[in-house]
């Protein structure tokens, strides 16, 4: 089983942390305009749930600088891609805000257990810091938003399943092969796909019994 990672996997993450920090600046963007703020809101909440995971993980890993202080072009790639979300997009609604979400959750859940296995922490740990990472930007923007997190509400769809499914994956395939494009590409569409599956067929956790 491999212990080593592969030299490239610096530069892998930074493409990753964009791809990443953009998708979930479209999403909290949109969220805010269907929320009525105005502009300065929306680029408010897009960089809340951009930056909010992420600093959470790295606070949770000793991580410092935080990783956005460190390269001051994700701030401008938040900031240019949640101003477009806000004039370009015409019309919002579930299904539109459904895609950039998904993509945040999956690739910041990647990104994630990516950063844990580079500090060569346990399995578990990535996982759990994959989850982190997901989920918490939504959490910090629905919240913003005046809403119940998605994460926290019954009734709901599978979200943060969704991302712990797609940890272990990427975990799974690092461990046995060390390839993070391949990794990262399975674990992210593991992510995705689940998410978009659960919404279209309404898949949620077992309810307690009454």
């Given amino acids: 089983m491999p212990q080593q990672y592969p030299a490239y996997l610096d530069q892998f993450v930074a493409v990753l942390t964009y791809l990443a920090v953009v998708a979930s600046a479209v999403s909290g963007a949109l969220e805010a305009r269907r929320r009525r703020m105005d502009v300065v809101g929306a680029i408010s ?64 859940s990647t990104l994630g257990a990516t950063y844990a296995l580079e500090m060569k922490l346990s399995v ?21 938003c005046n809403r119940v997190p998605l994460v926290f509400r019954r ?3 599978l979200y943060a399943t969704c991302s712990f499914a797609g940890a272990w994956v990427f975990v799974l395939l690092m461990r046995a092969t060390s390839h993070a494009t391949l990794a990262s590409a399975a674990g992210t569409a ?12 309404r898949l949620r956790l077992p309810e307690p019994q009454a």
């Fill in 45 to 108: 909440v897009a960089f809340v749930t951009a930056f909010g995971g992420g600093t959470i993980r790295d606070l949770l890993l000793g991580r410092t600088p935080i990783f956005w202080l460190l390269d001051p072009w994700l701030t401008v790639a938040t900031f240019i891609a949640g101003l477009a979300s806000f004039y370009g997009v015409r019309r919002v609604s579930d299904r539109v805000l459904l895609i950039p979400d998904a993509l945040g959750l999956g690739l910041f």
């Fill in 124 to 144: 578990l740990v990535a996982v759990l810091m994959g989850v982190v990472t997901g989920v918490f930007g939504g959490v910090l923007r629905d919240t913003i």
């Fill in 155 to 157: 009734n709901t769809e």
């Fill in 190 to 201: 593991t992510v995705v796909g689940l998410r978009l599956i659960s919404v279209r067929f």
